[in-house]
């Protein structure tokens, strides 16, 4: 069973800069970011296919964020530009047939 293990989050102020990195244990499909803050619905933040052609982004990070993967060395990542309190969340990474990994926590302060 691959596993999936994010790394990268922390307590930042507004407008600054992140990248999360999901480390898989082995190949993967698809795979994706999610994200849940308190008292908020779980949302889809970006996903990327696998040979890392195709992406997705939910409307509020259009422009801001960046995902893409490094298969060759079983990574995916997230570059997250110009932060808002509202990206405040527990980020984890997913792969399709896979689950998810444990979350890493984006604090963003006004």
């Known amino acids: 069973q691959v596993q999936l293990v994010e790394s990268g989050g922390r307590l930042v102020q507004a407008g600054a800069s992140l990248m999360l990195t999901c480390a898989a244990s082995?190949?993967?499909?698809?795979m994706g970011w999610f994200r849940q803050a308190p008292g908020k619905k779980r949302e889809v933040v970006a996903a990327i296919n696998r040979d890392g052609v195709n992406t997705v982004y939910t409307d509020s990070v259009k422009g801001r964020f960046t995902i893409s993967r490094d298969n060759a060395k079983n990574t995916m990542s997230l570059q997250m530009n110009s932060l808002k309190p509202e990206d405040t969340g527990n980020y984890y990474c997913?792969?399709?047939?896979?689950?998810r990994g444990q979350g890493t926590q984006v604090t963003v302060a006004a």
């Open positions: 997913a792969a399709v047939g896979l689950g």
């Open positions: 082995g190949r993967t499909g698809a």
